[in-house]
């Protein structure tokens, strides 16, 4: 088999069957299986995908056991020479996907690849990115990175005529993996519940002697945050204790403090700003939303 497509689905049921739609025509002529894992949706979507796409094969769990185990689940279940990490709210254009894999069949060297990624739009998402430092991380928190390196950073901007190119890591919305890579480093860290374990994917894979690719002229549509957005102050919090779990394995104890110290920091200056305005009408709701994402923030990167 060439290709196994894995999805993980939380309560995002029209979206799902948007993806499931587009995969055939994206597929050109390979074999390829796809695995939804289903993290306990409350909106219909594992009926949905039985009477709909009888030739997926799902698996229903009983509890949320987050993105990370759920794609390995599915992985573990997987047969295919490469493995795609596909986001449910993503819609892959015809031959994306086969031109994906044909590109990985020419490079030897590749263990990892993956597509520009398109807004709704058409517009450019970020896609790419070099591995996080603590000056990059520290100004992201701060909401200062934009400002500094682009609208798209910690990606590159997008420019006329770019080619395939190796890259740190590439965003794990549509992550192309050689079968024999994963062999080699194992599966997603489940440390990660969600956030950066696509950039610790990555980083395994270079240790390991292969490159990972930025295939810009293939393009693959990502609404972007459709689960997250359903939780967003604990989808926040889940993002810091991410990246500090990556610094902690990469980094060493001394940036993970600094870095630590700097988020701490940061949502501090935010809550006193959001409690000043707040007696603003039009920004309590904002204010108690703040405060509680603050308070989810300090709470995960103390590890209470």
Not at 72 to 79: D, K, P
Not at 211 to 239: C, F, K, M, T, W
Not at 253 to 258: E, K, R, S, T
Not at 261 to 271: D, F, H
Request: charged share 20%.
């Amino acid at each position: 088999m060439d290709l196994s497509i894995v999805i993980v689905n939380w309560n995002t049921r029209e979206l799902l069957a948007q993806c499931l739609d587009s995969i055939p025509l994206a597929i050109g002529g390979l074999s390829y299986e796809v695995i939804v894992v289903d993290n306990a949706s409350t909106d219909g979507s594992q009926a949905m995908v039985r009477n709909r796409f009888p030739w997926v094969t799902l698996v229903e769990n009983a509890e949320n056991l987050g993105f990370v185990r759920a794609n390995n689940q599915a992985m573990a279940l997987s047969r295919g020479r490469y493995v795609l990490l596909l986001n449910s709210d993503t819609v892959a254009p015809p031959q994306a996907l086969a031109r994906m894999v044909d590109f990985m069949d020419h490079r030897i060297d590749a263990g990892a690849a993956g597509p520009r990624l398109l807004n709704p739009d058409g517009t450019f998402q970020a896609s790419y990115a070099d591995f996080p430092t603590l000056l990059s991380e520290s100004l992201s928190a701060a909401g200062l990175n934009r400002w500094l390196y682009g609208p798209y950073h910690p990606s590159p901007s997008p420019h006329p005529n770019e080619t395939r190119q190796p890259v740190d890591w590439v965003q794990g919305a549509c992550l192309l993996v050689r079968r024999e890579a994963l062999d080699a480093i194992g599966l997603l860290d489940e440390g990660f519940w969600m956030y950066s374990e696509e950039t610790d994917l990555c980083y395994r894979i270079h240790q390991a002697g292969w490159n990972v690719y930025y295939l810009p002229d293939v393009e693959i549509i990502h609404l972007g945050g459709a689960s997250s957005r359903q939780r967003q102050p604990e989808s926040v919090a889940q993002l810091y204790r991410s990246k500090l779990r990556f610094f902690r394995k990469y980094q060493g104890p001394f940036q993970v403090h600094l870095l630590r110290a700097v988020i701490i920091s940061v949502y501090l200056a935010k809550a006193i700003l959001s409690l000043a305005l707040s007696w603003l009408p039009a920004q309590r709701k904002a204010t108690r939303r703040q405060l509680r994402t603050t308070l989810l923030v300090w709470k995960g990167c103390l590890g209470i």
